[in-house]
């Protein structure tokens, strides 16, 4: 047991014996460690898949809110009634206001004049009547109602108007 560098002799023939010296990692090390990233990695990635259906579902729900007030505050600022005409059979909606001499009704959705919901979240149930959220010159709702979406993965989310103020409340808390 002779001392060389701070090291003993004992340990070389260690080395020695093995037949080399270990420096690095060996095939079965490297196989064990992919093999736990690769299981790591696939639940990763399902529990990624799972989510997109509840993001749509949130957006399309923040987006409609979103409308329920641009149409609000176009009755409220033009002092013209305007409805928001739902259309769940394509999943579409947009804003309509009427004109105050002819009393017609007519597309005054900002944009593309027509939204459409997300892939995979659809209008599953609409109590206001003949699916339109109608707003009178004050911007308070005509009726009262609920909008319910359903997502691919069987999730709804509502969207409840309050006849008062004309503003509609989510899970999570009220949407100004």
């Not at 990763?44 to 799972?50: E, K, Q």
């Not at 033009?78 to 394509?90: A, Q």
């Not at 997300?118 to 959220?133: K, L, Q, Y």
């Amino acid at each position: 047991m002779k001392r060389q560098g701070g090291h003993t002799v004992i340990l070389n023939r260690c080395n020695r014996i093995r037949g080399r010296n270990r420096r690095g990692f060996s095939i079965i090390e490297l196989a064990i460690v992919l093999a736990i990233l690769g299981i790591v990695a696939t639940i990763a990635v399902s529990n990624l898949y799972s989510a997109i259906p509840h993001t749509r579902l949130e957006t399309a729900q923040l987006r409609m809110a979103e409308v329920m007030m641009i149409a609000r505050n176009q009755a409220r600022s033009e002092e013209l009634n305007t409805r928001v005409i739902l259309n769940p059979d394509d999943s579409t909606y947009w804003i309509e206001s009427q004109d105050r001499e002819t009393l017609a009704w007519s597309n005054s959705m900002p944009g593309s004049g027509v939204e459409t919901i997300p892939a995979g979240v659809t209008i599953s149930d609409v109590t206001f009547g003949s699916n339109e959220v109608q707003y009178t010159t004050r911007g308070s709702l005509l009726v009262g109602g609920t909008i319910t979406l359903l997502a691919s993965n069987g999730e709804t989310i509502d969207l409840t108007g309050n006849i008062t103020t004309g503003r509609f409340s989510r899970q999570g808390g009220n949407l100004r």
